[in-house]
């Protein structure tokens, strides 16, 4: 059956789908299926969420109680390493008492964690100094031949900044230093070590112990020990906060507990934490064992019919774990509930929000962006001049619109120009991008890094990130101070002022951006391959120049040229010969004068000229303090320049000799004693001028 072409591409075009449709479509269907996929990982990612809160509240815990640890250690060995070196630089003798005593109760005051500084001697003596809370200190003292079988105790109040006496008194006591073990131990040994200590002179009192022995001449004086009782920990444990009804633990290795959260305990009052929880620490502990790993370990533990997320990690200390119990209810319950909450309302608004997208997108969105899209084709081959701007509804689109349009525009008239800014410049002032200029008088200025070429041949491409931050401090103070960037040259950069913006104080601008330069560069830090401070040297001259697009109808330049332009370059290699960093020439001198502050150098005739031209030195802003002080120096160099000129050069070098003792170094002023000298000794004949000749550039 033949079938009418006519009417067979009538019904391809009914097949195809309308962007208004699509769009519809897309948007209902995303909806749709984000809702499903939202509702069916929320529900599958609760119990990791929970898992994930737990874990964030026990890695939090963990830092904090590893590095409370890592402190208490830190601090008995510096305690007992002070109180050594006091012993073996003979500042203390272990049996001066007065001394000692201080020394003791200042550890005792600066160590927040020590509880205990004691000492025992061969002899079986024992003296230590202890800490009653955080209000009270006592030292005591058990002599076998004073006071034999009795503990003298001296108290002490804790006042701000001070300790006051308060009492003395005499009790019996049965506990003996020679029987404890870190003294036995540390007797015989040739390093400190950690002890496990139960007994004290004050009773049972679970703690450690940092001890080791004190040789002072290669003789044995005792045993010195730091002890942290346990207490201070459980104090610390109770500050953390894990969950409304989680805790944590500090055990050993067999699973004996190190401290439970108790925040009333100290050395006047034993750790009555709860201890509810422990088992399941005791548990965790008894798997990782199993499991035979030292490292961390996590798992989900049930006792009485709750889940509990359960981590140990060990501490710095040897054998010592930090065992962390959560309640997963406290984190599973509310979360569960929440989500059915939110999945429910997500559904239902996901089905509102299909409908009501659905009926926008056809009106709103789908029509405009087509139109929208059409002119982006009309970009993408660069037929400018077909586009068109396009209004709509929404904002963003017509902004769209807006945006490509103009950018549009902007393209067909400076896709020419480089660099960017300089585009940008030029489109507020309306210039072609056809070749032309006009002569203008403007400002120009060259920098450039003193001895680069050395610098790069040795730094080779390391010279790269030098060069990079050189270039981003100079190119943000010249664009801060108005100027525009020309060009790079290697090192060099090239900026004029005046255009394309007019510029009434363009000499002045130029003069403040080099003067800001060069504070930046010294204090940015840049260093050399020798790590000697960078140094740069700028050259800036006024004068009329043309001005434009220089270049061809392929390419266009909007730069500066002309003789002022090269004067400006010859200025910056001047600086070479004469030791300054920034010169500037007469014009710009003139134009600034007022708002800076500068000194005459001399009358050079730069390279490839044989007149001769005024160059000064720009040293400052006018009315700043310290380029105010410089004013009597100037006034005597350039009185001597014009005794030089004058050819009075022995008036001229006593000027130059009163600069350089002021100054005590200034290359300039050297350089015209130096002249003087010649010539006082010979003078020039009658065709001599005071002008310098540069013979290079």
């Known amino acids: ?123 079986g003596s024992f003296f230590a100094a202890h800490k009653l809370g955080d209000r009270r200190l006592e030292m005591m003292e058990i002599s076998l031949t004073d006071h034999a079988g009795q503990r003298r105790v001296d108290e002490y109040d804790v006042v701000p900044g001070d300790i006051e006496f308060a009492n003395r008194r005499f009790e019996p006591t049965g506990f003996r230093v020679a029987d404890q073990a870190w003294f036995k131990a540390g007797l015989t040994a040739d390093d400190p070590q950690w002890f496990r200590v139960l007994d004290h002179a004050t009773g049972v009192r679970p703690s450690i112990a940092f001890a080791g022995p004190i040789d002072v001449y290669q003789e044995r004086q005792g045993v010195l020990a730091v002890v942290i009782e346990y207490t201070r920990l459980a104090r610390f444990l109770s500050q953390l906060e894990v969950g409304r009804t989680g805790t944590a633990f500090i055990v ?94 997500l559904a239902v608004g996901a089905v509102l929000a299909a409908l ?31 586009v068109r701007r396009h209004p709509s509804r929404l904002r963003e689109i017509a902004s769209l619109s807006g945006a490509i349009a103009e950018m549009a525009a902007g393209l067909s008239a400076f896709r020419k120009f480089i660099p960017a800014d ?76 005046g255009a394309p913006q007019p510029q009434d104080d363009h000499a002045a601008r130029c003069c403040r951006a080099a003067l800001a330069c ?33 270049g061809s109808e392929l390419r266009l330049n909007y730069t500066v040229i002309g003789d002022a332009v090269n004067v400006a370059s010859r200025l910056e290699g001047a600086n070479k010969s004469y030791g300054t960093q920034i010169l500037i020439g007469a014009r710009t001198e003139r134009l600034a004068r007022g708002a800076v502050i500068t000194r005459e150098i001399d009358s050079i005739a730069v390279y490839g000229r044989e007149e001769g031209i005024s160059v000064h030195e720009l040293i400052g802003i006018a009315g700043e303090t310290a380029a105010g002080d410089t004013i009597g120096w100037i006034a005597d160099y350039e009185r001597g320049l014009s005794a030089y000129r004058a050819r009075r050069f022995a008036d001229a070098l006593a000027d130059f000799e009163m600069v350089l003792k002021q100054r005590g170094c200034d290359r300039p002023a050297e350089l015209m004693r130096d002249r003087c000298r010649q010539f006082a000794a010979t003078s020039p004949d009658n065709a001599w001028r005071p002008v310098a000749a540069l013979a290079s550039k």
């Open 356 to 386: 009501a997208s659905a009926v926008l997108a056809r009106s709103v969105i789908a029509a405009p962006l087509s139109r929208v899209a059409g002119e982006l084709r009309h970009v993408e081959a660069f037929a400018l001049e077909q």
């Open 1 to 123: 059956m033949n079938v009418d072409p006519e009417r067979r591409l009538r019904a391809i075009a009914g097949l195809t789908v309308s962007i208004r449709l699509a769009v519809s479509a897309l948007v209902l269907a995303a909806i749709l299926l984000t809702s499903a996929l939202c509702s069916l990982l929320w529900w599958r990612t609760a119990e990791a969420t929970s898992r994930q809160l737990a874990s964030t509240i026990n890695e939090q815990i963990v830092a904090a109680v590893r590095k409370e640890v890592s402190a208490i250690v830190d601090e008995a060995r510096a305690a007992r390493t002070a109180i050594r070196t006091l012993f073996l630089q003979n500042v203390l003798d272990t049996r001066e008492a007065d001394k000692r005593e201080f020394v003791f109760l200042s550890q005792l005051q600066s160590q927040a964690t020590i509880s205990w500084v004691a000492f025992g001697w061969p002899d």
């Open 518 to 550: 060069r504070r930046a560069i010294e204090e940015s830090g840049l260093v050399d391959d020798l790590g000697q401070p960078l140094q740069i040297r700028i050259g800036i001259n006024s004068g009329r120049m043309l001005v434009g697009n220089i």
């Open 422 to 497: 300089l585009v940008r410049g030029l489109l507020r002032q309306g210039v072609e991008a056809r070749p032309g200029g006009s002569v203008q008088e403007l400002s120009v200025m060259f920098i450039d890094i003193a001895g680069f070429t050395g610098l790069s041949e040795r730094l080779g491409d390391r010279v790269v990130p030098l060069l990079s931050r050189y270039l981003d401090i100079t190119s943000e103070i010249i664009v801060a101070n108005g100027g525009t960037i020309d060009k790079f040259i290697g090192d060099a950069v090239m900026a004029f002022w």
């Open 252 to 345: 050993d290795g067999s699973g004996e507990l190190v401290a439970a959260p108790d925040k009333d305990a100290d050395e006047l009052h034993p750790a009555r934490g709860d201890t509810a929880l422990l088992p399941l620490a005791r548990l965790a502990l008894h798997k990782a064992g199993e499991a035979g790993g030292r490292e961390a370990w996590r798992s989900r533990l049930t006792s009485g019919g709750a889940t509990y997320e359960v981590a140990l990690t060990p501490l710095p200390f040897p054998g010592w774990s930090l065992a962390t119990v959560i309640p997963e209810a406290e984190f599973l319950g509310p979360v569960e509930t929440t989500l059915r909450r939110l999945i429910l309302g």
